[in-house]
């Protein structure tokens, strides 16, 4: 799973990859769910800032 993640997050986004730093903007992880659901499918990681890849609300091990 670990290297699942990193490999989501080492890429850009895209069609199918989507980063959201949290979930305070529904309107706009609703949007991204309706675009995914609406085309080929795609993931949405929350957690991870936009631009810096920065991964939020995780203590690193």
């Known amino acids: 799973m670990v290297t699942r993640f990193a ?3 080492s890429r ?3 069609k199918t990859l ?3 730093r949290d979930l305070s903007s529904p309107d706009a992880v609703i949007r ?3 675009a995914f659901a609406n085309t ?3 993931v ?3 957690g991870v800032e936009d631009g ?3 991964i ?3 203590d690193a091990p």
Do not use: C, H, N, W
């Open 7 to 9: 490999d989501l997050i």
């Open 56 to 58: 939020l609300g995780i």
């Open 40 to 42: 080929s499918g795609g």
């Open 52 to 54: 810096t890849k920065a």
């Open 18 to 20: 989507e980063f959201k």
């Open 32 to 34: 991204t769910v309706v």
């Open 12 to 14: 850009d986004e895209g």
């Open 44 to 46: 949405l990681v929350i």
